[in-house]
């Protein structure tokens, strides 16, 4: 099955995110308050969404279940750190994680997932 367009706009949504991950540390100026498990879990995140652009790619029902879910996950972490830290960032992070969160649930994209018959 032909993968449908708004795939592709989620995959680079999703490279988009692990690079932000991986220099997350690094972007807001506070790294030199960073540990060593700060710059893991940046990583960690990294990831686990290097890993869902592998699934999207392939197909897998569990890529579009976990997207929607890590997705969601995120959007409360965004949530928190942007009423923590008012910064313009958290905020363009978040509509991007909604963003893929509304196309994972269109038609052509659960169709290619084969979630709806």
Do not use: C, H
Not at 3 to 31: C, K, M, T
Not at 59 to 87: D, E, K, L, M, Q
């Amino acid at each position: 099955m032909k993968r449908p367009r708004e795939l592709y706009l989620i995959i680079l949504l999703q490279v988009i995110f692990v690079v932000y991950d991986l220099f997350n540390p690094f972007l807001l100026g506070r790294y030199i308050y960073y540990t060593e498990w700060d710059f893991l879990m940046a990583y960690l995140l990294a990831f686990l969404d290097f890993i869902l652009i592998i699934g999207f790619l392939r197909g897998s029902r569990w890529a579009w279940f976990f997207g929607i879910v890590y997705s969601g996950i995120n959007i409360i972490n965004y949530v928190f750190s942007y009423i923590s830290n008012p910064i313009l960032l958290y905020l363009i992070l978040f509509i991007m994680r909604l963003i893929v969160i509304l196309w994972l649930r269109g038609e052509s994209v659960r169709r290619y997932f084969q979630i709806i018959p």
